[in-house]
Nanobody, 118 residues
Framework: QVQFVESGGGLVQPGGSLRLSCEASGFSVASSDMSWYRQGPHKERELVTGLSADSYGRNWADSVKGRFTMSRDKVRNVVYLEMSNLKPEDTAIYYC???????????WGQGTQVTVSS
């Protein structure tokens, strides 16, 4: 059974940084394309960034390019999202899933809330 558990969100001031974690189970992140998504208030869920299985391929939403970086820990089966220079428009619930441009699995975790506000 595929499951995702996201953590690391919180309240941060504009310009601040956060690192989100996503612990996956039921498959290996080491051999899977992985991605982060977010859903802001009154918005649809959108792709934030993707990382290919070989870690050579990366994609980003234009709004986060240069500020967000994704990585994986193959031993712990965890993916991370390093976010810097956060802006109020980054406020959203953040989720991870397998896949590069679109989610591979129908199941989602509970997400982790990121709020950027002064």
């Amino acid at each position: 059974q595929v499951q995702f558990v996201e953590s690391g969100g919180g309240l941060v001031q504009p310009g601040g940084s956060l690192r989100l974690s996503c612990e996956a189970s039921g498959f290996s992140v080491a051999s899977s394309d992985m991605s982060w998504y977010r859903q802001g208030p009154h918005k649809e869920r959108e792709l934030v960034t993707g990382l290919s299985a070989d870690s050579y391929g990366r994609n980003w939403a234009d709004s986060v390019k240069g500020r967000f970086t994704m990585s994986r820990d193959k031993v712990r089966n965890v993916v991370y999202l390093e976010m810097s220079n956060l802006k109020p428009e980054d406020t959203a619930i953040y989720y991870c899933n397998a896949g590069y441009y679109r989610p591979q699995y129908d199941s989602w975790g509970q997400g982790t809330q990121v709020t950027v506000s002064s």
